[in-house]
């Protein structure tokens, strides 16, 4: 019943049917609050229903609102989807000169009485009269400052009382009225500003940020106040069932005696480790720890809960699913299988695929000295290095100008969200593992040090002090979000491993997808890596990135300048054995696995110097004219490059180019075959593409290869390609007295050939989808020059997100569609992968697993991404076939 | 019966059974030719039949080979599409020492049968036995010399009979081997050269160029010669049976007493006029003219007829329909429908388009000096400037670089054939009106002028001297084809009207066609010369090509370089006079014409100065720093501005620009409107889009506007735009007071815009391709760039023609078709038309009529072409869908 009830209100009614310990209560539903918004006023009838309601609950709690024994309220918002931090909240309503006496009369206790009356003042002021609670927290400080308080406890009641009268001035004051004295006036006033509070900016924007509608509406959750702030044996906290930032199975939390609720959220006080509460009042201890149990046992999902201690009796004041990071999601995950408390194919399904670039993320590489200048607490993991800011609006600015910046406050608001997605990590001075920094960098997978004590922050000065060193605006530092620790420069940063449950979890994703999962690898290295991070194959091995190192640099230059065929020939016989190196290795790190091998696409002037001094030096190193190299440049250069003279054109009209590419790759192929013969290792196979889908088990001894051509936009380009490089291949395995086998295909990356796929397919043994330029040119959109108006179209919502990053189903997605469909009908066992950036992205993988491609190929380090995300396409698929019976992580197993 | 008897046969078998008087003879079938290809030999039993129909034609004639009576044979090639030249012919087959000396006792004409003789050795050492021509040449020259002749009717029997003696001698030289004497012999030699000459190198390139399929073969033609050498009684002559060049209905032909054909062809002497065969032989003439008048109506065509006079007898030696200059071909079609030869239809279809492009080719214009040096035949008009070049070879090499220039030959020959395609116009010292020369250029529409006997041409020196005036190679010369005028330099060109026949047959097509035709114009001047051609509206308007005049320029350039928003405004406002006052004058010339007017399109870059120089004049005349313009010309530059910040992405993040547009065409239609209104023109009204198919007769009194948004790519594009387009004419007419309509469409010129078309349309009124970009996207092109390897692909047959000139029908077509399909799904009456520069190309325009467009766009000189086009695709529709009714053309009427 969230859609009513908001989250907050439904988890209440269900842990009280649990019979957990909940403050007795009502909701006003959503429907109200739709309908204030429909008609600018209260639903008619809505008054009567809460003083009905509210007549029960002074029944249930035998206290009453404006009464000798005053029930105070804790009146709170409650959307459909958790919003945390974005709406209001009013505390302790119900309290005003008279039943403040009476609350000090019934409990006893006049310090408590009015620190929830000062607390009521300062949060009914600035929730429901607007009234900024800066005004309220000078004199609080000024107060603590004449009684010599370092903490808000240390002051007494009369501290107190002396507060709420100046708050109560600053009202009159400000509103140009006396505060209302009424409880039930007081109501109604926080119910308005509640509903209110749906449509005030941060609520917008965290709405537009996470795509919920905006028509739902909040719910608010009327319950009696319980107090943690009666003395020392109240407490308030807030505790996870499980650690969010590793995942292991135990409460972590923390709490403050003699506090509410929002003392701790806030970060006001540095509060303490739950583990602490085990020995200061042991019995609540054990009472939380087993209602944490049952309360995770029932959402089968990690919980973050809200609880007050009032009086060594346990209150639990909310529930919700816990944001975490992505290691302790996927530990949670996969525990929660072992546990019996989900199936595998939920411990998939519940790890978004993005949220893995964390663990992928770099870290700090131990093996390099670091200048460590201060350590917070490390309230999420991980690394970043970037240039500080101390605004979330520089943050912000700053984004835009492309640069990375660490955001550092002395605490974060809710406020301050947009900042932290601008930024690379964040850092405060102020708040615990709980504050809201942590919390919102935890769940974006944002490196964050929070409460980092020993740095004193002055925002408006933009500088940060840690010791005796000063830090500015601008100047760089590396977070440690795991170790907690500040470092001063930009500190080296190196990569994590696949291992325990991650790699667990990935081989569930495994045994789920259809999709298969290749690399883009250019080098032996990359192979590895691929291999290392499961790989299938690889998928586009760019031919063009072996060349640009310096030496081979050199060469290309060599050939780009001769003057003679011997002089072009010589440049190319060098790059053969380079290539033809490189080649053997790859197949080598891969064997049996296939190897799709690009033949050169960029155009010839790519190589050469560009700038005045970088055509000085060549100039002098190659022993050409100056004026000749400037020629050729001018020669050489195009308009629109990327719809210029490169791949397989450049592969036609200079056709000794390709010769050279495939003598070198098919003689690494006839002489590892030849080594594998001879060394005699049993363990090279055949896999073919589409991994899963097609494995055949015939075993032989060669390395899988296939030869794609690029930019191909009519068949005719390829039939000449594909008869030279049969010729070449033929002639090479001649001379080496062996045959081995290869295959010829295309790059689909011009919109013709997509459009003309049928014919292609006839000539072509696979498809491979370039999407970059497929985006480029179906889109009509420079990905060099985009930048100049895509933000802008991004804002104003033209396109929903940059088409290089998620694959544009709509458009090209279409083209995409004819290809396969035309590619199939004219070739039914036609191998289709894509090896654009998208094969990367979780939503492009969907939008493949559902065209039915065999593969899709993407950097090493997004492969366990692209493995986890194909699962999930699979897993979706089931659900949509088969509702029941697939949707088993909507009951319990 | 065409493909079995060749063209040349089967004509002669028609003119036969029609009674015109043919020389008997029989035919080699084609087949044979095939079979000769097949087997590397004569096909068997070939021989056996060729001796029955020989004894049947010695019959006929009663003269039989290699006797007394000697019966002399004509062997000649003839495929069953005319192939002008390329292939061989042996003439005055049959003599040896032994029948020359019959034929002088038979005929008592010893001269006749010694110049029969020596023609006969020159051609078959030629043809069957592959000595060069020259060397026979040469002894017929200094023969000539020793006896004084200036021509060869002046030798003697006694100088031919010596020749002879020569002929035979350098034959045993070259080949080793006595000349055959046998006539048996001679003649399966000569049908076995005949075969092999097709596929000569010449006829190879020339079935290339006008795709005529290879395997068809040639047939051979064996005819009893007929002699237009036996004395000036004897002629040989070749007429048209109307005027190649005007096209007036009159003989019009040349003709050589005492000849044999080939020396009329070959431009050996100077021919006389046809008209003066009136005086010489008036019977022979009036015989000549009524025959070719019955040829003429039997083929209901215009005819290009050999004819020799043997002693005063007629003989018709071949008919073809004859080669013709585009203004003749038009006074020809025309004028056979008004003699009822034909219908209007045929008349229409006769025509091709692209031959039109002649008639709008410039003229000299006669209000300028010209510096006259020469003047020859006038053998194909129109008017054509270039540098001089005196051999093929280097017309070729001259075009490949891209300059335009004029052959300048002493006589062509077929070995020319594609130094005449390389060259602007041809001008020739000898050869008449029939020469090879004129007939090809002819064929081309190319100008040329033949016969110029006053200039001397050295090929060798490179030189040509007319009067004391010496060309070098390289200047520059203009010739003027419709007078024979060779003029000195570059004179000043200018271009014609529609008129006369040529505008009935406009007309005519007019009311085949259903595909609209309109113009691409930017000013009222292009607007004029649209409608002079026949325009229905105008299809593109470039707004852009507004701002390039200078003064113009320098307010767009203000506003590029603009600091404040005040500055950018008075630039825009000064442009906006300009476009209004442009507008309004369009509107005034189009009146009720739709005027589709495209908002700014070129990046802003394209308006900022190039190079170091115009840099430096640029920051003076605008006093600008030279540092803040190199930084915004930086700032703006992109890698491939095709793909780049243009069209209405510019509109979009720049939108003053494009409100500045629609005020100035709004303002200019309300400030029309009224000026009609109190004018009181009661010639206006309104015609929709698509011409023909569409035209509405409703009447009102506003310019017919259509603002077209470019580069749409999404349509949320287009929505913003168009919100924009329709606030800003909303205030202008509230400005205004008065109430204009207009519409708003958008280009489809990016892929995904073709592929989303769907959406578009709901959108969109109107739909207008622009082909020039969805080219260069689709297939991944750039248009300044291609240079590099298209021309390389159109020769490796990759791809047919330049995809920028004939649109590519399977690739970019098929976008086309998806757009047409969804966008006309969408939104039954979406206007759909084409803008880009295939919009005036015919193969295209049958493309858009197939798909139901319904107008295409192109520049003012080409819309008769356009009107042509489109009403042949609607004829050629008709044939195939009723191909009985319809093709009337090839049954008599």
Redesign the interface.
């Given at each position: 019943m969230k859609s009513t009830l908001g989250s907050k209100g439904a988890n209440l009614c269900e842990m009280t049917n649990l019979a957990i310990p909940v403050p007795p209560g009502f909701i006003i539903s959503t429907q109200a609050c739709i309908e204030y918004y429909t008609n600018n006023t209260l639903p008619k009838g809505l008054e009567d229903e809460i003083m009905l309601n509210l007549q029960t609950l002074e029944n249930t709690v035998n206290k009453r609102l404006a009464s000798q024994n005053p029930l105070l309220l804790s009146v709170r918002s409650g959307a459909p989807v958790s919003m945390p931090g974005m709406m209001d909240t009013v505390l302790n309503l119900g309290l005003n000169d008279d039943t403040v006496k009476a609350l000090a009369d019934t409990t006893g206790n006049e310090r408590l009485a009015y620190d929830c009356y000062r607390r009521f003042l300062d949060m009914f002021a600035d929730v429901v009269l607007g009234i900024d609670h800066k005004n309220f927290e000078t004199i609080l400080d000024s107060i603590k400052k004449q009684a010599g308080a370092a903490h808000d406890t240390e002051l007494d009641a009369n501290h107190l009382k002396k507060l709420t009268e100046q708050y109560k001035n600053i009202i009159t004051e400000k509103t140009g009225q006396k505060f209302p004295k009424d409880p039930f006036t007081q109501l109604k006033m926080a119910i308005q500003a509640i509903f209110r509070s749906w449509n005030n900016e941060r609520a917008i924007s965290y709405r537009n940020l996470n795509n919920i509608p905006h028509n739902i509406g909040t719910a608010v959750n009327i319950q009696a106040m319980v107090y943690g702030n009666t003395g020392n044996k109240s407490a308030s906290g807030v505790c996870f069932t499980r650690d969010p930032a590793t995942g292991e199975n135990q409460l972590y939390g923390e709490y403050l005696i003699n506090a509410q609720g929002e003392d701790v959220v806030a970060g006001i006080r540095t509060p303490q480790n739950i583990a602490t509460l085990k020995n200061t009042m042991p019995v609540i201890y054990n009472e939380l720890e087993s209602t944490c149990k049952a309360i995770e046992k029932h959402y089968r999902d990690m919980q973050d809960i809200e609880f007050t201690i009032e009086n060594e009796k346990l209150y639990i004041l909310q529930t919700r699913t816990g944001k975490r990071t992505a290691t302790s999601a996927v530990k949670i995950a996969v525990d929660m299988v072992k546990e019996n408390m989900i199936k595998k194919e939920d411990a998939v399904l519940r790890i978004d695929p993005n949220q893995l670039e964390q663990l992928l993320f770099p870290t700090i590489d131990p093996k390099y000295p670091t200048n460590v200048i201060a350590k917070g607490l490390p309230a999420s993991p991980g690394a970043a290095a970037g240039k500080t800011v101390f605004s979330s609006k520089k943050a912000i600015l700053a984004k835009e100008r492309g640069e990375k910046v660490i955001l550092i406050r002395s605490e974060t608001s809710p406020e301050d969200v947009a900042g932290v997605v601008a930024s690379q990590g964040i850092l405060t001075a102020k708040g615990g593992m709980t504050s809201h920094a942590a919390v919102v960098a935890r769940g974006m997978g944002k490196c964050c040090i929070a409460g980092c004590s020993k740095i004193s922050v002055f925002e408006d000065a933009d500088v940060f002090i840690a010791g005796d060193i000063k830090v500015h605006e601008g100047d760089t530092i590396t977070l440690n979000g795991t170790t907690g620790e500040v470092i001063l420069g930009e500190a080296k940063l190196t990569r994590q491993g696949i291992s325990g449950e991650f790699k667990t979890l990935l081989e569930w994703a495994d045994t789920i997808r259809n999709l298969g999962v290749e690399a883009n690898a250019d080098t032996p290295n990359d192979a590895k890596t691929a291999l290392d991070f499961g790989a299938q194959g690889i998928g586009l091995c760019r031919t063009e990135h072996m060349f640009f190192n310096k030496e081979r640099l050199t060469y290309v230059r060599q050939m780009i300048l001769a003057t003679t065929e011997d002089e072009i020939n010589t440049a190319l016989e060098k790059l053969q054995e380079f290539q033809k190196k490189d080649f053997y290795r790859i197949f080598e790190v891969m064997r049996e696995k296939p190897v799709t091998i690009r033949l050169l696409d960029p155009p010839l002037h790519e190589f050469l110097p560009r700038g005045k001094e970088d055509i000085e030096k060549t100039s002098k190193e190659m022993h050409v004219s100056e004026e000749r190299l400037k020629d050729i440049i001018q020669r050489l250069h195009?308009?629109?490059?990327?719809?210029?003279?490169r791949g397989c054109?450049l592969g036609?009209?200079h056709p000794a180019i390709y010769d050279m590419q495939v003598r070198a790759i098919i003689e690494a192929a006839c002489e590892l075959t030849k080594d594998w013969e001879s060394g005699g290792s049993g363990k090279v196979g055949t896999e073919h593409k589409g991994g899963i889908i097609n494995i055949t088990t015939k075993s032989n001894k060669y390395p899988n290869i296939e030869i794609m051509v690029p930019?191909v936009?009519?068949v005719?380009?390829l039939i000449?390609t594909k008869k030279r490089i049969i010729k070449t291949a033929k002639k090479v395995m001649e001379e080496k007295n062996i045959t081995v086998p290869y295959k010829i295909g295309t790059m689909i990356?011009?919109?013709?050939a997509a459009?003309?796929a049928g014919e292609i397919a006839k000539e072509a043994e696979f498809f491979s989808f370039g999407t970059n330029?497929l985006t480029?040119?179906?889109?009509?959109?420079?990905r060099?020059?985009a930048g100049?108006?895509l933000p802008?179209?991004i804002k104003?919502?033209?396109?929903k997100s940059d088409p290089f990053q998620t694959l544009?189903q709509?458009?090209?997605g279409?083209?995409i569609k004819i290809a396969v469909t035309k590619g199939r009908a004219a070739r039914k066992d036609l191998v289709i992968g894509i090896c654009g950036e998208h094969g990367g992205e979780p939503k492009s993988i969907e939008f493949c697993h559902r065209l039915r491609l065999n593969y899709v190929s993407c950097s090493p380090y997004r492969i366990p991404i692209a493995r986890l995300a194909a699962a999930h396409a699979a897993l979706k698929e089931r659900i949509m076939i088969h509702p029941q019976t697939s949707q088993s992580s909507q009951t319990p197993p």
């Open positions: 195009e308009s629109n490059p990327m719809l210029g003279h054109r036609i009209t930019l936009a009519d005719k380009e000449i990356e011009v919109p013709r459009l003309t330029d480029q040119m179906g889109f009509g959109l420079s060099d020059d100049k108006f802008s179209y104003q919502g033209i396109v544009d709509k458009g090209i279409e083209l």
